[in-house]
């Protein structure tokens, strides 16, 4: 399972795009990118998985590298609401059964 | 999306004895589920995999005489910390993939907070 190198926290206020780098130099071929959120005492929520070049939906962009070495999270006009951690992480196909290595996370704080 | 169930969300039981979580799927049935332990300000941590019908696989250091799982059933595995000591005080999370979706997410437990004391 490859390894991810994300910053450990971020800072940013309400309003703002702020994009979170995730670095995976080991990443494997049948390997999906998938970004997941944490709230204080509460599991883990999915927010995007891509493969490669850029998906969208309703509340994050994810893009990745033609190399797939590394991927941004953009979180776009962020909200006190949107204060959390987030991680990156990188495995195969989950219906596969394949389990999750969570790195360190980043904890982004959003300020008025 | 699919939904993970657990129960309790928070216990607290005295050193010695035996705690049992419940983990479920709630419209889906997970052939595998994960059981993770979260300390504080620290990231997921995979203690188990949940085999139903057969042995879970535990990941290294994971004690499976200590952490006991059971997945008798499609949409249910249970996770019991047998006597329970202070260090075993966390927070225990545990996901499900949905085979029969398009989806490839995991979906967690909103998770239990195990005090002991």
């Known amino acids: 399972l490859a390894k991810t190198t994300q910053p450990i926290s971020m800072d940013s206020y309400e309003g703002q795009e702020v994009n979170i780098t995730c670095s995976h130099n080991n990443i494997a071929t049948n390997d999906y990118i998938t970004w997941y959120q944490q709230f204080p005492s509460q599991g883990p929520r999915f927010i995007i998985q891509g493969y490669k070049t850029k998906v969208t939906n309703e509340v994050a962009s994810l893009f990745i590298p033609a190399d797939r070495k590394s991927s941004t999270l953009s979180l776009p006009r962020v909200s006190l609401s949107d204060t959390a951690v987030y991680y990156c992480l990188v495995g195969e196909d989950y219906n596969q059964g394949g389990k999750l290595i969570f790195g360190q996370g980043t904890e982004l704080s959003v300020k008025p | 999306g699919a939904v993970v169930s657990q129960h309790p969300s928070r216990v607290i039981c005295k050193s010695g004895t035996s705690v049992k979580i419940e983990c479920r799927s709630l419209?889906?049935?997970?052939?595998?589920m994960f059981w993770y332990r979260q300390f504080p300000k620290q990231s997921l941590m995979l203690m188990a995999t949940s085999n139903e019908g057969s042995k879970a696989t535990y990941e290294q250091g994971v004690e499976k005489d200590k952490f006991l799982i059971n997945h008798a059933s499609l949409t249910l595995s249970t996770l019991t910390v047998t006597s329970a000591h202070p260090e075993d005080s966390s927070f225990y999370i545990c996901?499900?993939?949905?085979?029969?979706?398009?989806?490839?997410?995991?979906?967690f437990g909103q998770g239990t907070r195990l005090t002991v004391v």
């Open positions: 419209d889906f049935q997970a052939t595998t």
């Open positions: 996901s499900a993939s949905d085979p029969g979706s398009r989806d490839t997410e995991a979906f």
